[in-house]
Nanobody, 114 residues
Framework: QVQLVESGGGLVQAGGSLTLSCAAS????????MGWYRQAPGKQREFVAS???????NYADSVKGRFTISRDNSKTTLYLQMNRLKPEDTAVYYC????????WGQGTQVTVSS
């Protein structure tokens, strides 16, 4: 069955950095466009970044220039390097395919203090 296990979140001060990981199984990872999504309290889940199997990337305007998505197909793992974090980046971060499949992991909490 599908498993998407996110990790790497935490509490960081504004301007700091974090790297998130997503270990995927049960999907043909190497063939999929993968994405990161986030959901802030009281808000809908939103797109953050995606990466195709050919490593072409796409970013939400709010994170462009600060976040970098990458993948390691040999480890079926997705990454999100987040730099110059802002309080508005506070959210639970999830990985999924792009477009999404009807399965969500537990996510990883990122909290950015001002």
């Amino acid at each position: 069955q599908v498993q998407l296990v996110e990790s790497g979140g935490g509490l960081v001060q504004a301007g700091g950095s974090l790297t998130l990981s997503c270990a995927a199984s049960g999907i043909t990872f190497t063939l999929k466009t993968m994405g990161w999504y986030r959901q802030a309290p009281g808000k809908q889940r939103e797109f953050v970044a995606s990466i195709t199997r050919g490593a072409n990337t796409n970013y939400a305007d709010s994170v462009k220039g600060r976040f970098t998505i990458s993948r390691d197909n040999s480890k079926t793992t997705l990454y999100l390097q987040m730099n110059r974090l802002k309080p508005e980046d506070t959210a639970v971060y999830y990985c999924n395919t792009s477009p999404v499949i009807p399965y969500w992991g537990q996510g990883t909490q990122v909290t950015v203090s001002s």
